[in-house]
């Protein structure tokens, strides 16, 4: 998608695209199955789930996040109150998607460190077979050369590849923990 598509989907406000979400009431961001007191509870899994499409689509570049909410606020959801509950919920999924990268790649290096044993004992075996065998012989030295290489396969894909989208993930969390977040609500877009 082009950056021109970009700008019809998202305002620039200062500088920066901005995301916005409309609800009715401020519960309707957070998940009300969670019984943890308003500041460290999780928030609703739909508006976490449009917030991250929408900062993957924008991309690296800095963005913000406006909700608009049609009621005004109760005296104990204050917009700071509300902002900083939003920013420690994405600071709790970074360092969660943190640690997940860390035992990712523990776990791929021990995979690599057990296919390299895998790969190494079966080119012995493959080297004790003369290479001259044909028939059964020669098919299995070959099996065996490929086995091994096979074996470490996955854990090369794991190193290579795979750790990134958990790398990504968390970077996002991080850049939504830090974003700037503005409250609009009842009482102030009525004013």
Do not use: C
Not at 2 to 14: A, E, F, L, Q, W
Not at 58 to 87: Q, Y
Not at 153 to 177: G, N, T, V
Request: no cysteine; charged share 30%; aromatic share 12%.
């Amino acid at each position: 998608m082009s950056d021109s598509n970009h700008g019809h989907r998202y305002k620039i406000v200062g500088g920066k695209r901005s995301i916005e979400v409309r609800v009715r009431t401020v519960q309707q961001l957070f998940d009300i199955r969670d019984p943890a007191p308003f500041r460290d509870r999780d928030l609703d899994d739909d508006f976490v789930e449009y917030l991250e499409a929408s900062g993957q689509e924008i991309g690296g570049s800095d963005f913000k996040v406006m909700i608009h909410i049609e009621e005004p606020l109760a005296p104990h959801f204050e917009s700071e109150i509300l902002v900083d509950s939003i920013r420690r919920f994405f600071t709790y999924k970074a360092d969660l998607k943190r640690a997940e990268l860390k035992s990712f790649l523990k776990r791929a290096q021990l995979f690599l460190f057990l296919g390299f044993l895998v790969l190494t004992a079966l080119l012995s075996a493959a080297q004790s077979i003369p290479s001259n065998k044909e028939g059964a012989m020669g098919i299995l030295r070959e099996g065996l050369v490929i086995f091994g290489w096979v074996s470490v396969w996955k854990p090369i894909e794991l190193m290579l590849f795979d750790w990134y989208p958990i790398f990504e993930k968390s970077k996002l969390y991080r850049q939504f923990s830090s974003t700037e977040i503005e409250i609009v609500d009842g009482a102030r877009s009525s004013s």
